[in-house]
């Protein structure tokens, strides 16, 4: 039924250990008169678009064992995203993934939207307004929660931004709904950033830089170790590098220093202080826009799109059959005055007490600053009638301030003699975020030629104003209790006040309809699961939890015109986990239903209509083994099946960048014998059919891709450079086969998809001493 609503190995491997609880562990057509009302690159812009469719001496304690598991799979590594108990990823009752920095070096993943390549069943791209987007278990962009250090700051297409991976010491992937542990929007699961944390022993120093076909180069300096003050330990990084794109005159240029020391002040308590500040600045890439077969002619590629579109402008005429101009693929459609870019700065700190043998406090108090801006022409929709390609303007400005505090305590006690773990946060914390944005232009702007647009410029800007203010009160609690040594029961439940207010004016002085407003949600979420371990090595579970977000918009969107209810969403998963008694062999195994209520799609700028609600089922499989010291295999299959259900307009069809099947595999040979150890390797990505939009209209052809690489480790001892321990050289291909296909897809622009990059070289070199 249609609701009418308003919208208005480890020797090579960083050997970063982080101090516990730093990370706290545990169609209305588009004329002169029409005005947008977008509060944000996220989901209401989106929605628009697709409208039209006391203190003792320091006490030094002995270094611990290095986080980078020996495990294939990590599995012993600890995700502080995925559970407040503690739990090591084979105990954790969840399909969690843990991409170590060692993996990302060894496999070249440059970025965070990259380092998912090689995840179980996780799609990512960087759509022009919303970087760093990721689709996981049928859910996509605000429905997936990313975190910095546990922590976070708004949802993803707002606040993400392209983000190099060097400073990073692990990203962690947890499917699924989680709002348990970490609230608002996750749905399809969450992905945590950890950063690069200081370690206890020798000074480490390592110097990494790279530089590729395309152009983009990448320099890199990290530095940790235990300092001449006793119990002081520190970490610094320091990096930059431009990304550049294969449209031309598209790059992003990304710099980034951080910093952290922790301090032992005696064997019980710790201190820690951490600051990092990024900076991007460059042309964003928002896609390359359909054409017919009929214009393209001899030039129409095969094995890309499929299907047809409506052109998003008029909101009627039919593209179709759609294709890709070969021509195109690298053409630039945007105004020569383009501007994307951002500025943040992050500041933590906090302690981690053992009160006694059995109590744990640990404390992180943050606060985070961000300016953020795009400049743009970014809808690019083919006219059939004029063979031109119709164009828009938008800009956006953020300015954003989040401040807040995270307390766990954790006690280790027993119940009836059986083994129990309790763990509680306390968080609390404000968003405040103030968006200038596009509000008197017209729309379209102008039309270009397809083959050699004419850039042109932005024009005069008509600036609205929104403020919106976020403040948030949760208490979770998390409790596992061993039932026997091979059977533990674990639950948690959270609670959560979240008060969000918004106020504005128009680039006309006028007040916006239904503002200033206020409103309050109390949401509860839940988890609880089993794991059982008749023989060590091999842990099976069943899990049951829930999630919530907004249902008509993004919560920085959200007005009283909008429908102001929640969406509730709830998971079903069981599984297993298998590491061989040498660690040498790993394997895991999950099935899952996923069901998420209440949803809404935008129909038009003032017309949503209440999908009912998105169904989504599969099975993910993934293993891999070292049969001896110097080969490495390893290989991932998920298959999804995403469908909505109870919606008038569109039951039964699959959502945007939701692909049935995605496969990844990899393997490795490294020549241990010879002066300077050589290894050789290569993965291989499968990923099935999406489509651009809900209706489904357009599909995502499948794709295969592959990479290939080789690296040397030259010891110190054939070098100059005097107490160098080895420096490693590698070349990379990318994309061996140079594919042609479309990676990603905004669907708030449905007549334009991202293409992937083509066939790239790239030699680096990494020094450690």
Do not use: C
């Amino acid at each position: 039924m249609l609701a009418v609503v308003e919208t208005s190995d480890p020797a090579w491997a960083q050997s970063a250990q982080p101090l516990g609880p730093v990370v706290v562990s545990p169609p209305t057509q588009r004329g002169n008169t029409a005005q947008r009302n977008a509060e944000t690159r996220g989901p209401a812009k989106r929605a628009r678009r697709a409208a039209r469719r006391s203190t003792p001496k320091p006490v030094p304690t002995p270094a611990p064992a290095p986080v980078t598991a020996s495990t294939p799979l990590n599995s012993g590594v600890v995700a502080a995203s995925a559970t407040l108990l503690g739990l090591t990823v084979h105990e954790t009752p969840a399909s969690v993934e843990v991409v170590s920095q060692q993996r990302m070096q060894e496999q070249g993943y440059r970025t965070t939207t990259e380092a998912a390549q090689g995840a179980v069943g996780v799609l990512s791209g960087d759509a022009g307004g919303a970087f760093g987007s990721f689709s996981m278990r049928g859910f996509t962009g605000s429905e997936v929660t990313v975190l910095y250090n546990g922590i976070w700051i708004g949802p993803q297409d707002i606040t993400s931004r392209v983000m190099d991976s060097s400073s990073l010491q692990q990203i962690e992937f947890l499917k699924g709904p989680s709002s348990i542990m970490s609230g608002l929007g996750a749905i399809g699961g969450s992905v945590n950033y950890v950063s690069n944390q200081p370690t206890t022993g020798p000074i480490r120093n390592q110097l990494d830089t790279s530089i590729d076909s395309l152009g983009t180069y990448r320099t890199h300096f990290g530095s940790g170790g235990s300092t001449t003050l006793p119990g002081l330990d520190y970490r610094f990084d320091i990096g930059t590098s431009k990304v550049n794109s294969f449209i031309d005159g598209d790059y992003q240029q990304l710099s980034n220093v951080s910093g952290q020391l922790n301090y032992r002040v005696n064997e019980s308590f710790k201190v820690f202080g951490a600051i990092e500040y990024r900076q991007d600045d460059g042309h964003a890439y928002w896609g390359t826009p359909l054409t017919t077969t009929t214009f393209s002619g001899p030039f129409s590629t095969h094995g890309v799109v499929a299907g047809s579109a409506i052109n998003t402008f008029d909101g009627v005429t039919v593209i179709a059959p759609v294709t890709i101009d070969s021509r195109t693929v690298d053409t630039n459609y945007n105004v020569a005055d383009n501007s994307v870019g951002a500025k943040e700065l992050w500041l933590r700190g906090g302690f981690e007490w053992n009160v006694s043998d059995s109590v744990t406090i640990k404390n992180q108090a943050y606060a985070y600053g961000a300016r953020r801006h795009w400049y743009d022409s970014e809808t690019y929709a083919f006219d059939t009638a004029t063979s031109m390609i119709d164009r828009d303007r938008f800009f956006v400005t953020h300015k954003q301030q989040v401040i807040g505090d995270n307390t766990d305590v954790i006690w280790n006690t027993s119940f009836f003699g059986m083994e129990n773990r309790l763990a509680t946060q306390f968080s609390v914390s404000r968003n405040d975020i103030t968006f200038t944005q596009e509000g008197g232009n017209t729309y379209p702007d102008d039309s270009v030629d397809v083959l050699n647009p004419v850039p042109g410029v932005y024009g005069v800007q008509s600036p609205d104003v929104r403020n919106s203010h976020l403040t948030d009160a949760a208490i979770s609690v998390e409790d596992r209790l061993k039932l026997t040594p091979m059977l533990s029961l674990i639950g948690g439940i959270r609670v959560e006040d979240l008060t969000l207010s918004r106020d504005g004016v128009n680039f006309d002085g006028s007040i916006p309809a239904g503002q200033p407003f206020s409103t309050t949600w109390n949401p509860v979420s839940y988890r609880g699961a089993i794991t059982f371990e008749p023989i060590k090595g091999l842990m099976l579970y069943g899990m049951y939890a829930t999630a919530y977000d907004p249902a008509a918009a993004g919560i920085f969107s959200v007005t009283p015109g909008t429908s102001l209810e929640l969406t509730s969403a709830r998971i079903y998963e069981a599984g297993l986990k298998m590491i061989s008694d040498d660690k040498r062999a790993e394997a895991t195994f999950a099935a899952y239903d996923i069901v998420r209520n209440n949803v809404y799609v935008a129909l038009t700028n003032a017309v949503s209509t209440l999908a009912g609600e998105v169904h989504t089922k599969g099975i993910e499989l993934s293993a891999a083994v070292r049969p001896i010291d110097n080969v490495k295999i390893w290989g991932n299959v998920a298959l999804t099946q995403s469908r909505y259900g109870d919606f008038d307009v569109w039951t039964g069809n699959t959502p945007s960048n939701v692909a049935p099947i995605v496969i990844n595999a990899g393997a490795s040979y490294r020549f241990n014998d010879w002066r300077w150890p050589v290894e050789i390797g290569g993965s291989v990505r499968h990923v099935g059919q999406r489509y651009l939009f809900e209706d489904d209209l357009t599909a995502m052809l499948p794709y295969t891709t592959a990479d290939l690489y080789a690296f040397v480790d030259i010891p110190g001892r054939d070098l100059r450079w005097q107490g160098l321990e080895t420096m490693r050289v590698t070349f990379r291909v990318r994309n061996i086969t140079n594919a042609l296909y479309a990676q990603w897809s905004d669907p708030g622009y449905p007549d334009q998809v991202y293409l992937g990059a083509p066939r790239t070289f790239e030699l680096s070199a990494s020094a450690k001493w």
